[in-house]
């Protein structure tokens, strides 16, 4: 009878090889008996909201604006519009599909992408929003929303992840020194590479500044006098233009960026101020630290 060590780390090479490969299935067997458990108990706790309450999975607040990403901001703004009950998880904010931020739960069922999150839950809810505007208006406004989420939406995060190396944008939020330390070193690359696939990273800053200096142009050209882009009351679009225009109103301190919307285009800056008086009157309380 081999002595019990014998057992536990053999003599043979090929011993040791076969306790090593069953100590790593066995690591391997845990970690996902570990991370179903932990499923399980995160799936409990996303339904015990209750029926018909979205649970809203995203970014942590910030210093100045509710979001980082004007797609959560988006979507939320959303929310409160459509006056569809919600409960926020910060803890979360990837989606386990396509690991996007935001994502929803909603009586078991994720959805993820905020755009196909606006459809489901007007379709879910049968959301009238845009119930004053005719069709033509509808439609002009779509091509508003995708300007806003594809045009100044690259050329913001262009700017704010790589050009800038994220320096304007930690200010505005409340991370850990570590975070604050390595979020440039995975960020900065990250993005590069995706701006230069997406094309707008072939052009030089001053190129892109202008690319979201002439939309700016349009939204206040389009926005004109009116109070908000669906007329006297904020509608669909106005989330998108919301979410993306936040980013310059909040989470670009004394950059050139913020001052297209304080400066050259006011009437933008005015804009931001007036959607978060409309549909955040608690806006102060929910940032990262609170402002009285």
């Known amino acids: 009878m081999l002595p019990f060590g014998d057992y536990l780390w053999p003599k043979s090479w090929i011993g040791r090889g076969a306790v090593i490969a069953t100590g790593l299935a066995?690591?391997?067997?845990?970690?996902k008996i570990g991370e179903r458990k932990k499923k399980k108990q995160l799936r409990a706790k996303w339904d015990s909201v209750g029926k018909d309450v979205v649970m809203l999975?995203?970014?942590?607040?910030?210093?100045?604006?509710?979001?980082?990403?004007?797609?959560a901001l988006k979507l939320e703004t959303f929310l409160r519009l459509a006056k569809i009950e919600y409960v926020v998880d910060k803890d979360n904010p990837y989606g386990p599909e396509k690991?996007?931020?935001?994502?929803?739960?909603l009586n078991g069922e994720d959805v993820e992408d905020s755009q196909v999150i606006v459809q489901y839950l007007t379709?879910?809810?049968n959301v009238g929003v845009?119930?004053?505007?005719?069709?033509r208006t509808i439609a002009q406004l779509e091509a508003v929303r995708v300007?806003?989420?594809?045009?100044v939406f690259w050329c913001v995060i262009t700017w704010r992840y790589w050009l800038d190396n994220c320096k304007t944008f930690l200010t505005t939020q409340s991370f850990s020194r570590f975070l604050n330390f390595i979020f440039?070193?995975?960020?900065?690359r990250a993005i590069r590479e995706k701006s230069v696939w997406h094309g707008i990273g072939c052009h030089t800053p001053e190129v892109i500044f202008n690319i979201s200096k002439r939309a700016c142009h349009t939204l206040s050209t389009i926005l004109g006098d009116d109070p908000f882009f669906g007329g006297d009351r904020p509608c669909t679009a106005d989330c998108s233009v919301f979410g993306q225009l936040s980013q310059l109103m909040w989470n670009a301190p004394g950059s050139q960026y913020e001052r297209l919307v304080k400066e050259t285009y006011p009437s933008l800056g005015?804009?931001?101020?007036?959607m978060k008086d409309t549909l955040y009157p608690d806006w102060n309380k929910l940032l990262n630290p609170p402002l009285e």
């Open 184 to 188: 440039p070193f995975f960020m900065t």
């Open 123 to 125: 379709e879910k809810f």
């Open 130 to 135: 845009d119930g004053h505007l005719d069709p």
């Open 147 to 151: 300007m806003a989420d594809e045009h």
């Open 26 to 31: 066995v690591v391997v067997v845990a970690r």
């Open 270 to 274: 005015a804009y931001c101020n007036r």
């Open 57 to 71: 999975h995203q970014f942590l607040r910030g210093k100045y604006c509710l979001n980082l990403s004007p797609f």
């Open 99 to 105: 690991g996007k931020c935001p994502w929803i739960t």
